[in-house]
């Protein structure tokens, strides 16, 4: 058995031994209180078990493993239903970015230790009423004042802002400066003076898990600046390098094939089995057999991994195509229940039933890479082919027409 | 399982994109188009001598041993330049099944098969099924009558894998072809040498009957459907990249074409397709003889013939007038699409095939 082999088969029968604790049953039913609470301790238990911060430098409270290892532990902990979503951003983006550009290095490992611990959570603080997908466009308003900083404005749609200690923020320094280039990347403490956030309800019910954060006058020092002056938008972009290695889930983080196939040998169309049904099988097997090729861009990029090889670009494409896909067979296994498809359980999981794996679909779809925007990438980084007409090139940010 | 291709893998690889891109003819591979019974001598010659015949036939029989995978790489070259008399895949077809005949039989076929002096056809459909249940062709006493339509290779194969029927169960029969009349079909893809073979006391041997036959069949049709999707996404994925070239260099409306999303988008959604079935082909070449192979191999025909389909569909949109006519040769790749959607049993018997693998045959 490979050494992987042997990781993977160590961190499932991790998995296996607090799956009571912690799993999906486990979770049924929590207010929202109760399952961050889970989370955290969630979080912790993984660190005393040595598997949190699995890729990471052992300095900062890392494994000091690889990538691989990384992935394979996502893999077999997708399953179980732990409650992660908390700690996706805090120690997939925004804590490594600080460990990698903060002034301050024992202040920085110091941070590392208690997010991997669960005790603290930082947010990323990028998308805007003015900029989602064209993240450049943003209007927070960050200006000198003595010898730091005073930031004013507005960001949205903020992954679990209501529940960080810290963020990372990007502001807009110099609006007379180039679109890309007035930009500059900070720190900040959620608690400060002048910090406000809002949840917002999603029509995907739940738990709210994004917000709008407002900042009045909020004061930043300059050791908090993690960017050259008007250098942010380079940094924003390697935030977006650091997670290339992670996870993915060929059903689109939606119910399996198999639950589908369950659905369709408990159904009936037209008073004959619905598993006969030349429409429904056509939808399985043509689902299945793009969920396959997904599963395989993932194992052959893991086996090139292993291998010290770099993966190729085809892993892009797990979002972009596992979401719609699930987005339509959501819809189709509804179609199915007929007027047995109308209940709604606003706290039932994406993974298992149908009607909350359509609702949040749309998010899959937009959050982290609009569909648009990962076809445009694939277009010009992959292919080759040119950049859309671009009227906001070479204009002074104040000059772009609004 | 899913692999990384070894250094003798890519080797194959790069040698036979290298040797069938230096020579490619278009007008070659037009001209056969009208012509009836005429094939790509020059791409067999090729395949000859570069021993492509030999990579999947067992050493002991003068072949190289190698299997699905490295066929499949050759396949996937040959594929990319429409080339391609259809006998590299038939001839493993036959290959597979002589491996359930006695040693006097694998010596006779095999070494020959190895050398490409003997070219193999494998018949088992009749009217539009691909493994009719049951075959109306049958086999008694050593000889085998019927009639099987549309058989790729049937023009010139001197020897075919046929399904047939044999005292009220199905069976694989080995048939010699010299006595056997075939009536050639005027195809929209003239180069596969299709033909209508009638079997008049043909005489010819049993390899396999009842169940295993069954499964033996299954398992030829899923093997040379994996070599057939790795031929669909060399083709996909060459127009793929010619209807890139022409989107960057054709200019309308003051810029390329290929910077206005109607077509960027339609590009990335192929991009996705390609890299989907050659992930499903890789998976299913390396599966070979393991469980799960069937349901992968026909992963790997839906999503190589969706991908080929499509890419054939856009990259002529993406051409616009020019991709229409004759000389410009698009026609070659979208012929060679459909033909190839067919030769291995249509989507609507691979969908069944999978759907029966994920659910139980049962349901």
């Known amino acids: 058995m490979s050494e992987i082999e042997a990781y993977r088969q160590k961190a499932r029968a991790w998995l296996q031994s607090v799956a009571p604790t912690y799993g999906r049953d486990a979770l049924q039913g929590l207010s929202e209180a109760e399952h961050l609470a889970a989370g955290r301790a ?361 | 399982m899913s692999i990384v291709y070894d250094e003798q893998q890519e080797a194959i690889a790069r040698e036979s994109r290298r040797v069938l891109y230096a020579r490619a003819d278009k007008a070659r591979l037009l001209d056969l188009l009208e012509r009836t019974g005429a094939w790509d001598r020059t791409f067999w010659d090729t395949a000859v001598e570069q021993g492509w015949t030999a990579l999947a036939v067992p050493e002991a029989q003068g072949g190289l041993g190698l299997g699905l995978i490295e066929l499949g790489l050759v396949a996937q070259a040959s594929g990319a330049a429409t080339a391609g008399a259809p006998f590299l895949t038939s001839n493993y077809g036959v290959v597979r099944a002589l491996q359930a005949a006695d040693a006097e039989l694998q010596a006779l076929w095999l070494p020959r098969l190895a050398t490409g002096e003997v070219v193999g056809a494998v018949a088992f459909a009749e009217g539009n099924a691909i493994l009719p249940a049951p075959p109306a062709v049958t086999f008694a006493d050593g000889r085998l009558n019927g009639h099987k339509p549309g058989v790729t290779a049937g023009l010139v194969a001197d020897i075919a894998v046929v399904w047939a029927e044999h005292a009220g169960e199905p069976a694989l029969v080995l048939a010699e072809l010299a006595a056997v009349s075939r009536q050639p079909i005027d195809s929209f893809d003239n180069g596969r040498l299709f033909a209508d073979l009638a079997f008049v006391d043909a005489p010819a041997t049993l390899l396999l009957s009842g169940e295993a036959a069954r499964f033996a069949a299954l398992d030829l049709l899923a093997c040379q459907a994996v070599v057939t999707a790795h031929e669909q996404v060399g083709g996909a994925e060459a127009l793929l990249f010619v209807a890139r070239d022409y989107a960057n260099e054709r200019k309308a409306f003051g810029q390329p074409i290929g910077a206005f999303q109607s077509v960027k988008h339609r590009l990335a959604e192929l991009y996705g397709l390609v890299e989907i079935a050659r992930a499903n082909a890789i998976h299913a070449a390396a599966l070979e003889g393991q469980p799960g192979f069937l349901a992968a191999a026909a992963a790997a025909r839906l999503s190589a013939t969706k991908a080929y389909d499509t890419a054939a569909r856009d990259a002529v949109q993406v051409h616009g007038g020019i991709g229409t006519t004759w000389e410009g040769g698009l026609h070659l790749h979208m012929r060679r699409a459909r033909s190839l959607a067919i030769e291995q049993g249509n989507m609507l018997f691979w969908e069944d095939l999978l759907v029966d693998e994920l659910a139980g045959a049962g349901a």
């Not at chain 1, 609009?370 to 080759?384: F, Q, R, S, V, Y």
């Open chain 1, 42 to 402: 969630y979080q912790r238990a993984k660190f005393a078990a040595g598997f949190a911060g699995i890729h990471w430098d052992p300095e900062l409270g890392g494994q000091g493993l690889t990538p691989l290892h990384k992935v394979v532990f996502e893999q077999e902990e997708m399953g179980f239903g732990m409650p992660i979503a908390y700690f996706g951003v805090s120690l997939g983006i925004s804590v490594p970015i600080v460990l990698r550009f903060a002034q301050d290095r024992a202040w920085a490992r110091e941070r590392a230790i208690a997010a991997l611990s669960g005790d603290e959570i930082w947010c990323q603080l990028f998308s805007e009423p003015s900029g989602g997908s064209d993240l450049a466009g943003l209007r927070t308003k960050v200006e000198t004042e003595g010898n730091g900083w005073k930031l004013n404005g507005q960001k949205l749609w903020t992954t679990f802002a209501q529940h960080s200690d810290y963020g990372v923020i990007i502001a807009r320094n110099d609006p007379k400066a180039l679109k890309h280039k007035g930009l500059t990347f900070f720190w900040l403490d959620m608690k400060a003076q002048g910090v406000t956030v809002r949840p917002i309800k999603l029509a995907a019910a739940g738990h709210d898990h994004v917000n709008e954060v407002f900042f009045d006058d909020v004061r930043l020092d300059d050791g908090q600046r993690l960017s050259p002056v008007g250098g942010g938008f380079a940094t924003a972009m390697a935030t977006l390098m650091i997670e290339r290695y992670s996870a993915s889930d060929p059903a689109g983080f939606g119910p399996t094939t198999a639950t589908f196939v369950e659905l369709a040998k408990a159904s009936e169309v037209n008073g004959r089995p619905a598993i006969q049904d030349g429409r429904i099988r056509s939808a399985i097997a043509r689902s299945h057999a793009m969920r396959m090729g997904l599963e395989a861009i993932t194992t052959r990029a893991m086996r090139m991994m292993a291998a010290g090889m770099e993966p190729g670009p085809e892993g892009s494409l797990n979002k972009l195509v596992s979401v719609r896909s699930r987005q339509k067979l959501s819809e189709l296994a509804i179609d199915l229940m007929g007027q047995l498809g109308l209940a709604w359980d606003p706290l039932a999981s994406s993974k298992d039933d149908w009607v909350a794996s359509w609702l949040a679909a749309p998010t899959g779809r937009i959050a982290g890479g609009a569909d648009e925007m990962l076809l445009n990438t694939i277009a010009e980084k992959i292919l080759g082919l040119p950049q859309d007409h671009r009227p906001d090139k070479g204009v002074p940010f104040d000059q772009i027409p609004a």
